[in-house]
């Protein structure tokens, strides 16, 4: 009876942990992703509270700029931090660099289509009221 419920438990929390992506863009057309920044693990401890891998060094793996940090918890990341019970939590990370100048933007990053960069930011201001 005790396993059982522990198994009940521990199959709750497994699925509801579930996956999670967070994606961060700066604007710049998206390049390339490099190889050591592909997916790259990112360790935590209790729940992510504390960095164990600290923070990625984007100007040495972009010296270009960057285009996107995607973040993510897959459902091998989720498993390590149920059976861990959220001691452990790593993450993926991955960064994409912007283009170099005179290469084409491609329509699609690994995270699909790219919003197109129309205007500026900021965006310019409206005209005041009454002109």
């Not at 992506?21 to 401890?45: K, L, Q």
């Not at 100007?59 to 459902?75: H, I, K, M, S, Y």
Request: one cysteine or more; charged letters at 15%; aromatic letters at 8%.
């Amino acid at each position: 009876m005790r396993a059982r419920n522990l198994g009940f438990i521990l199959v709750t929390a497994g699925l509801s942990s579930g996956c999670f992506r967070c994606v961060v863009r700066s604007g710049e057309p998206p390049g390339d992703a490099p190889t050591a920044y592909d997916e790259r693990w990112h360790s935590g401890w209790v729940g992510g509270l504390i960095e164990a891998s600290g923070p990625h060094a984007l100007d040495q793996a972009c010296p270009e700029g960057w285009a996107e940090v995607r973040v993510e918890t897959d459902p091998l990341h989720a498993f390590l931090n149920v059976v861990t019970l959220y001691i452990y939590s790593p993450q993926a990370v991955t960064v994409v660099c912007a283009a170099k100048d005179g290469r084409e933007t491609p329509a699609q990053t690994a995270s699909g289509a790219y919003p197109p960069k129309t205007q500026g930011y900021p965006p310019a201001a409206l005209p005041p009221p009454g002109d």
